[in-house]
Each structure stands twice: as structure tokens, then as C-alpha cells.
């Protein structure tokens, strides 16, 4: 198994342009989830879903969007980037609810100038 | 709403035990976690803990919980410098389906 995979690595982006990070998972978990990580500021969930067709907003979704139209993958959308989106993004996925472990994405490093 | 606290850093001398406390808010967490972040890596589980138990030990690692007190601590034993790392505490709470994690402890182990 891949795990949690995440593409891109980096990217750099300009003020107002979009674009989508990608992420799967080949465990056949029901539940995904996106983060970003600020210095000091810990994991803050973006995005959440506890399965296909089925999203929900975490603690800062203001300039994201996300789907789910299968299980495997999860993408992350920014419409129109700002600079306060920089940051380290990371995709996440777990079996279900309760204690199950949550597998960590490589995590995408992104720069908006 | 649901909050976990953590000190942000650790400066520690090989050889020696680590400590790394964290604080959480959720009484009704069920699972409690420690998870590892090496430079330019994701987040690795270390070792959990269910709310029912006090103490969970697994090779150099122990993970105690008090749970009045809402307190949660990994101590490292005979630490090595390939545990300098970023170390997240993390609760799941129940109600909302997900994990809250604190703003990590980046633990610092010198020779």
C-alpha cells in the first residue's frame, strides 16, 4: 500500500490564482481530512469527510473547497489564493469513527506571493 | 470550544528522559495520541492511549494519563538525538468526529 499520497510537494502561487492539491488514499478509509500547519499554531483541520459524496467544514475553510466523489481521493481547492495561505498542507485518512489511527499525507509545501 | 496545550519547546542532553505534558479541555475524549514530525515529514503516530487506562507503556515510551486532571504526558527514556522532532499531542473528541491536536513541542536533544 502507497498510504496517503499528496502532489504536489511544492508550489508556489501568485496572489488570486487557483489551483487544486491533490490527495488519495488506498486504504479504503471512509474518513479524510485536510490540515494546515502554521509555526506555533499546531494541525488546524480545514476540511473534513466521512465518506463519498459527503463534506463537511472544519475550523478554517474560508477560501477552500473540497469534494469527494470516491473513496480514494480528496482534493483540496484554492479559488483565489492569498498570502495567509501559505503554509504546509496535509491530507489525512482514517478507517472511521473513534480511535481508529489517522495515516498522515507527505504534506504540500505552499507558497502564495 | 475543544482546545489541547502543549509547551513549544524541549531542550533535553542525550542519555537523559524526556517529558513532553500536554492539556486538553474535552472531557468526553476517548482516545489520546501522540504523534512524531521529523523535518520535512508528515506526522507519524507514536502511541495512543484510551481514556480508561492511566499508563501505556511501549519500549522507551510511557504515556500517563490523568484524566481529572485532564493531563497527558510521553516520557522519552534514554533519549537519542534521532528524537529531536516536533511531538504532537492530539485528542479525539467524540462529538465532532475529529482529531484536535495541540501546537506541538519541538524537543531539542544535544550531546
Known amino acids: 500500500n502507497a498510504g496517503v499520497t499528496q502532489t504536489p510537494k511544492f508550489q508556489v502561487l501568485k496572489t488570486g490564482q487557483s489551483m487544486t492539491l491533490q490527495c488519495a488514499q488506498d486504504?479504503?478509509?471512509?474518513?479524510m481530512s485536510w490540515y494546515r500547519q502554521d509555526p506555533g499554531m499546531g494541525l488546524r483541520l480545514i476540511h473534513y469527510?466521512?465518506?463519498?459524496?459527503?463534506?463537511d467544514q472544519g475550523e478554517v475553510p474560508n477560501g477552500y473547497n473540497v469534494s469527494r466523489s470516491t473513496t480514494e481521493d480528496f482534493p483540496l481547492r484554492l479559488l483565489s489564493a492569498a498570502p495567509s495561505q501559505t503554509s504546509v498542507y496535509f491530507c489525512?485518512?482514517?478507517?472511521?469513527?473513534?480511535?481508529?489511527?489517522?495515516?498522515f499525507g507527505p504534506g504540500t509545501r505552499l507558497t502564495v506571493l | 470550544g475543544e482546545d489541547v496545550e502543549q509547551s513549544l519547546f524541549l531542550s533535553v542532553r542525550e542519555g537523559d528522559s524526556s517529558v513532553i505534558n500536554c492539556t486538553y479541555t474535552?472531557?468526553?475524549?476517548?482516545?489520546l495520541y501522540w504523534y512524531k514530525q521529523e523535518p520535512g515529514a508528515g506526522l507519524q503516530l507514536l502511541t495512543y492511549?484510551?481514556?480508561?487506562?492511566d499508563m501505556k507503556q511501549d519500549q522507551r515510551l510511557t504515556v500517563l494519563l490523568n484524566k481529572k486532571d485532564k493531563h497527558l504526558s510521553l516520557r522519552i527514556a534514554d533519549t537519542q538525538t534521532g528524537d529531536s522532532a516536533i511531538y504532537f499531542c492530539?485528542?479525539?473528541?467524540?462529538?465532532?468526529?475529529?482529531?484536535?491536536f495541540g501546537a506541538g513541542t519541538r524537543l531539542a536533544v544535544h550531546p
Open positions: 489525512a485518512s482514517r478507517q472511521g469513527r473513534g480511535g481508529d489511527t489517522q495515516y
Open positions: 486504504m479504503n478509509h471512509e474518513y
Open positions: 469527510s466521512v465518506g463519498a459524496g459527503i463534506t
Open positions: 474535552d472531557s468526553s475524549s476517548t482516545y
Open positions: 492511549i484510551f481514556s480508561n487506562m
Open positions: 492530539a485528542a479525539y473528541s467524540g462529538g465532532y468526529n475529529k482529531l484536535i
